[in-house]
């Protein structure tokens, strides 16, 4: 899996967007980014993932450049319940091979009231 | 909630003993991810099951196995344990063996503390 690079923390004020930017320039072709959170000790969380094109649910959006060396997840309104820890993760979408997470460190969203 | 459950939510133990964890997936979901958290190593993956078999295995100790029965239920048993095993450790589900659409859910996971 490519490895990817976030700033060690981030502070948003509650109510704006939060934009949270991952670098994975080694990405390969068949490699998805996927955006996870974890709150305090609770079991991370899944987001919203993409390839190419920008993604929206109702979470978040995830903008990924268009050479696919970086991205930004897009809280659109934080709230104090998004204070979370969020992880960018480049993983292989299909094929043979295994699809585990590999977790690097994130980035520590603290929203402020 | 994400569907998965674990027990026990909190273990106690001293070192050398084994303790065994358990994981129900999401119904559906064929697919079994074992991941360990500790403070200093962070969140990482141990070992996959898909549908009974092992699928993929990661960082994890010899002294560590795991298995996934035919109800699809797994359990990770951790024997001779050691302080440096103390950690939360978390179940996650999927419906496929990964893939492209194949996000994990996470349990609440089991705080482990050898003493």
């Known amino acids: 899996d490519a490895k990817t690079t976030q700033p060690t923390s981030m502070d948003c004020a509650e109510g704006r967007a939060a934009n949270l930017p991952c670098n994975h320039s080694t990405i390969s072709g068949n490699e998805y980014v996927y955006w996870y959170r974890q709150i305090h000790s609770q079991g991370p969380q899944y987001i919203i993932h993409?390839?190419?094109n920008n993604e929206t649910n109702e979470m978040a959006s995830l903008i990924i450049t268009e050479d696919r060396k970086s991205s930004t997840l897009i809280l659109p309104h934080a709230t104090l319940r998004d204070t979370a820890v969020y992880y960018c993760i480049a993983r292989v979408g299909s094929g043979a091979g295994s699809y585990q997470l590999t977790f690097g460190k994130g980035t520590k969203l603290s929203v402020i009231p | 909630d994400s569907g998965v459950t674990q027990t026990p939510k909190h273990l106690i133990t001293a070192t050398g003993q084994r303790v065994t964890l358990r994981c129900s997936p999401r119904s559906g979901d064929l697919s079994v991810y074992w991941y360990q958290q500790s403070l200093d190593q962070g969140l990482q993956f141990l070992i996959q099951y898909y549908n009974g078999e092992e699928r993929a295995k990661g960082n994890i100790l010899e002294r560590f196995s795991a298995q996934q029965f035919p109800d699809l239920h797994s359990e990770l048993n951790l024997s001779s344990l050691e302080l440096g095993d103390s950690a939360l450790y978390f179940c996650?589900?999927?419906?496929?063996?990964?893939?492209?659409?194949?996000?994990?859910?996470f349990g609440p996971g089991t705080r482990l503390t050898v003493l």
């Open positions: 993409g390839l190419k």
């Open positions: 996650a589900s999927s419906k496929d063996a990964g893939g492209r659409m194949g996000e994990q859910f």
